[in-house]
């Protein structure tokens, strides 16, 4: 079957294995050369992609234990995150952390080591990870912890599934007392403005901005940044007396019923929306508000197959982190650059990291991380390849699980670790066992 990632580009056939239980899984992935494992197919490009074929875990679905005193959860790798989150946040839990859509698989945020907003506080979902369940391709089931198999479980996290199939974990999930997110906007004239904005707020739990990536001159970078905090019992009953404690979460996505004709997407109204969005956002500064789940961190997920605003060619998703002392001068040329091109992008989000994990193939850094939607024309990836340049230049990398088009130059510049995760491959057998089309692509 022909198979994509979610930006639809590229496409390659695979062989589609779909087993409904772990020991499925590991006796499928034994027989198989060339394989990798798959969640939900969220990661942008190519990462989810086995070359000969592809092992979608979507079938171990199961919730093992909890611990309510605790909040202690053991999940198998398919589990979804929002069915983690209608679960347990009716019962005051929240998963540590997030990334920008529910629609993903635990087994998915362990390879990809996501991120959210809260990553200046919290690090990446890996570091919340107390043990996993890992089959090598030996059909050998290893436990692996920061105190068992420790070297194995670094390379795990962040490792794109190429050290095997990850088939069950245990992490812990954040009391929370209401199921509303108490917000807070500060609008930012410029990118210096916004980076300051977010360093100034790392105190809060959740931050991000969305920039203007259209706007040019004076006005680069301009951009919203939303701050927020799970609301307390105090903070729903004085802005919304009467609320329910947890609101139901969304229920009826809209959905884009076709490819959008690429002519709907050009700069002026991408120009045009941007515009409203700022000034709508900007009416909100000063004014904190309860939000609720969905919208604060899943917005896109309120449109289904999102992905096709950009037609049936696809899209790429370019997501770098640059160091703090360089942020500003890179990620500026990166915009310069970006508004200068005449390129459309309705989505352009810059966080702040905090320290790196211990994935020794993790994306996150102490930095600021810009992530940019481009529609595929004649000459963006020659694009591209010059912004990745300037990423590298600076001790910057490319997020793995975003990428679809870097070269193995750029990869190899920004990943100081690949070495000892190459030799970690070849301990487990997993070197000429596990190969994507992104393994392949980058030479890992």
Known sequence: MELTGWGRYPRFETTMFTPSSAAEAIDLQTGLKGFAPRGNGRAYGDAAIGVASSLCLRGLNRMRAFDAGSGRLTVEAGVMLKDIIATFLPRGFFPPVVPGTKLVTVGGMIAADIHGKNHHRRGGFGQHVESLLLALPSGEVVVCSPHENSDLFEATIGGMGLTGTILEATFHLLRVESGWMLQHTVAAKDLDAALAALSDNEDATYSSAWIDCIARGAA?????????????????????????????????????????????????????????????????????????????????????????????????????????????????????????????????????????????????????????????????????????????????????????????????????????????????????????????????
Request: hydrophobic share 40%; glycine share 10%; net charge positive.
């Open 220 to 444: 680069l970078g301009r951009s919203l940044i939303y701050i927020g905090e799970h609301a307390s019992r105090k903070d729903v009953e004085a802005l919304a007396p009467g609320s329910q404690m947890m609101p139901g979460l969304r229920k009826r996505p809209l959905a884009i019923p076709v490819d959008l004709p690429s002519f709907m997407l050009n700069r002026g109204s991408v120009a045009t929306f941007n515009e409203l969005y700022f000034r709508k956002g900007a009416m909100s500064v000063g004014k904190p508000f309860l939000n609720a789940i969905d919208p604060f961190f899943f917005p896109l997920d309120g449109v289904l197959e999102w992905n096709r605003i950009y037609g049936k060619g696809g899209f790429l998703q370019h997501q770098c982190v640059a160091p703090i002392e360089h942020a500003s001068r890179v990620i500026g040329e990166i915009l310069t650059r970006v508004s200068g091109r005449g390129n459309e992008s309705f989505l352009a989000v810059l966080k702040k990291f905090g320290a790196s994990s211990k994935g020794l193939m993790s994306f996150p850094s102490r930095g600021f991380t810009l992530a940019l939607d481009l529609s595929i024309d004649q000459g963006i990836f020659d694009f591209l390849d010059e912004i990745d340049q300037l990423v590298v230049a600076a001790g910057g990398r490319i997020y793995l699980a975003k990428d679809a088009r870097q070269s193995r130059a750029t990869f190899e510049a920004g990943y100081p670790n690949l070495q000892r995760f190459r030799e970690i491959r070849r301990q487990t057998g997993a070197e000429g066992h596990i190969a994507s089309r992104l393994s392949n692509r980058l030479g890992i």
